[in-house]
């Protein structure tokens, strides 16, 4: 885990998420790795152009024999055959955040039963309220922690009071709540769409980009976002806020932001912060993040306005101050009165001006 994408891919998946300090010590260390990293790149560059010449310009490139691959194959459970059986355990349990009686569990059981439960087998997903209504479906197909290339179980978001959007492809993705006899099997509009300003925003199936889950149409639409490679969106975000992420790596990291006639534009954070994290969640639509500084002061840099002017504040590192969300995906927050806050005394510079996409 060596810069920010190695970062924001363990936050996403793990359980136990790298405290916010761990990722300060990681930036620092990508800084000074930085021009060893250009030398290396150069050496490795000669270094092709001589393989090249001689001729070795295959090697690495076996031809792999015809013919499929060995086919893993689960029995033809039902929901009702994996949820509460014997065989069976518990992979999470989420409580409704408007209604905790109603709660979404899942439930996996393996083709081997191992005492760790780190085996191959299918999940099932079970939903149910406090006044006796249930419904059970059919999950994802997961493998081990040696079998990584057979998937993962998606992503549960609850979208509305005890309704979950359950991102995943093959099954799904699909929308869940006691109440249906069902699943909503929602359609993908796939083709990255424009919208206006405020569009709300939630992950896709897959997990890549932004989408826009239209309740009443019961459709999911992909987003037309700008593609900077290594940005992070805010997600979810909420209907009459602008999309926006942090992107690069290391200590060279920028804000993408959407304006209000719904162009992009991204404004430099400058090179002397040792670590900046997201601040999510804004009530306000406020693009956020946390920042700290190689003296280890810690401050809140906010706009309300889509990046034209900012606020700094004096803050805590976010874990430490319980502003951090680890369902459904690791994401540090905003904290709820952050306007109370004191002003930062000797802040690091706020963002450079927008420079349009």
């Known amino acids: 885990m060596s810069d920010l994408r190695s970062f924001v891919r363990d936050t996403e998946w793990s359980v136990d998420q790298p405290p ?5 010590a990681i930036q620092r260390r990508a800084r000074r790795r930085r021009s060893a990293l250009s030398l290396s790149a150069a050496v490795a560059t000669v270094l092709a152009l001589a393989l090249a010449g001689a001729g070795l310009g295959q090697l ?15 029995p033809d459970w039902t929901a009702d ?3 509460d059986h014997p065989d069976a355990f518990v992979v999470k349990q989420l409580e409704s955040r408007p209604n ?36 059970v479906t059919l999950g994802a197909v997961t493998g081990s922690s040696q079998q990584p290339s057979l998937g993962d179980d998606g992503l549960l978001r609850e979208v509305d009071d005890g309704l979950w959007y359950w991102a995943h ?10 109440t249906m006899s069902q699943p909503v099997q929602l359609p993908v509009l796939d083709r990255p769409a424009t919208h206006s300003f405020g569009v709300p925003s939630i992950e896709c199936a ?32 909420a209907t009459g806020c602008g999309l926006w992420g942090l992107a690069g790596v290391g200590g060279n990291l920028r804000l993408v932001i959407q304006q209000r006639d719904g162009s992009f534009a991204s404004a ?24 700290t500084s190689v003296a280890n002061t810690h401050q809140l840099v906010v706009s309300l306005d889509q990046g034209k002017t900012w606020q700094i504040r004096q803050t805590a590192m976010p874990q430490g101050t319980g502003y951090a969300e680890r369902q459904p995906r690791f994401r540090t927050l905003i904290p709820p009165r952050w306007a109370d806050l004191p002003p930062m005394p000797q802040p ?3 963002p450079r001006g927008l420079q349009p996409l």
């Open 60 to 74: 690495g490139h076996r031809q792999v024999p015809s013919g499929s691959a060995p086919q893993l194959l689960v």
């Open 268 to 291: 430099d954070i400058p090179d002397d912060s040792a670590a900046a994290a997201m601040a999510e969640g804004g009530p306000g639509c406020e693009i956020a993040y946390f920042q």
């Open 348 to 350: 690091l510079a706020a």
């Open 206 to 237: 897959d997990r890549v980009g932004l989408c826009t889950l239209d309740q009443n149409a019961r459709t999911l639409e992909r987003l037309a976002i700008p593609q900077v490679p290594h940005t992070r969106w805010a997600t979810p975000t």
């Open 20 to 24: 916010f300090e761990v990722m300060i």
């Open 100 to 135: 905790p009686s109603t709660t979404l569990t899942v439930w996996k059981r393996c083709t081997q039963p191992r005492a760790d439960h780190d085996c191959f087998g299918r999940e099932a997903i079970g939903v149910v309220d406090g006044s006796g209504h249930r419904l």
């Open 81 to 83: 055959q994996i949820v």
């Open 169 to 178: 492809d093959n099954p799904g993705p699909y929308l869940l709540s006691a």
